[in-house]
């Protein structure tokens, strides 16, 4: 495992809040809403891959042959 995926998530929820916060003065809350969610959908994604490989890795470990 990489820092880099910890920098990427950070990114992603920094921009998510920046946009979030833009959106809500323009009174876009709807958007703001879906800005968060796609956001958070993303980031979901990535740690689903990771844990994904973590038990890939840990059958490989455990696996009989």
């Known amino acids: 495992m990489d820092i880099t995926i910890i920098f990427k998530i950070a990114g992603i929820g920094i921009l998510t809040g ?33 844990l994904a490989e973590l038990f890939e890795y840990v059958g490989s470990v455990f696996a009989l042959y």
């Not at 809350?29 to 979901?44: H, N």
């Open 18 to 50: 920046v946009l979030n916060s833009v959106l809500k003065s323009l009174g876009k809350d709807d958007l703001a809403s879906m800005a968060a969610l796609a956001g958070l959908t993303i980031v979901l994604f990535m740690v689903v891959e990771m």
